[in-house]
């Protein structure tokens, strides 16, 4: 019952975030449970000094992993399936099932490698899905919106405009391929004058 207790109060840990401790009460109130159980309860001085240890407690690769990439990353998706045809009901469902599947397997994996580990925990966060995955869902978020926002503009519009903005995916297709070929290879403010040019080659065609 300790576990899921625990568990089930992983699920408020942001209740009392603020700038100076950011995560550290949220954590202590997490664990007090466990805590409870040490010799002399509540009461005690190991509790006591436990609680104020995990309070000065500071996190923050879950923002990278959650907030800033499968949140995103989810929403994208949803949008996709607005895009071709999905109802409200199915795309706030496709929503809520990759976002919960991801949140809440990070958050049960966590609490078993915390709970097996204990202060050892530490050396978990080298796994590779926590060092890399930040980088590997932005790149595919990048891609996905390439899809979505185009999907979602034809949807709205109707199918008026449906060939130019169907033009307008594959052109955004083929510059996320560019720009991951490139990364790392050519500095940002020359990718930007290429990309202008061309938008101006494009417009003066169009215009023409």
Not at 3 to 12: G, N
Not at 184 to 205: C, P, Q
Request: proline fraction near 4%; aromatic fraction near 10%; charge should be positive.
């Amino acid at each position: 019952m300790t576990w899921v207790s625990v568990f089930v109060r992983t699920l408020a840990i942001q209740g009392s975030w603020n700038y100076e401790t950011l995560l550290g009460n949220g954590v202590g109130f997490v664990l007090e449970p466990v805590l409870r159980q040490l010799p002399g309860g509540v009461h005690s001085d190991a509790f006591k000094a436990a609680m104020a240890r995990e309070s000065a407690y500071f996190g923050s690769v879950g923002d990278r992993l959650v907030w800033a990439g499968l949140l995103p990353f989810s929403s994208l998706v949803a949008l996709i399936a607005f895009g071709v045809g999905a109802g409200p009901f199915a795309v706030l469902a496709i929503f809520l099932v990759m976002y919960n599947v991801g949140h809440f397997g990070l958050r049960i994996w966590g609490l078993r490698v915390g709970w097996t580990r204990g202060l050892a925990v530490a050396g978990a966060l080298a796994n590779p899905v926590l060092r890399n995955g930040p980088a590997y869902i932005a790149r595919a978020a990048a891609a996905v919106a390439g899809i979505a926002i185009p999907l979602t503009v034809a949807r709205v519009v109707g199918p008026t405009c449906r060939p130019l903005l169907e033009g307008a995916l594959l052109a955004g297709a083929l510059i996320a391929v560019g720009l991951v070929r490139v990364h790392g290879r050519v500095e940002g403010w020359k990718l930007v004058l290429v990309l202008i040019a061309l938008f101006a080659l494009v417009s003066v065609s169009v215009a023409r």
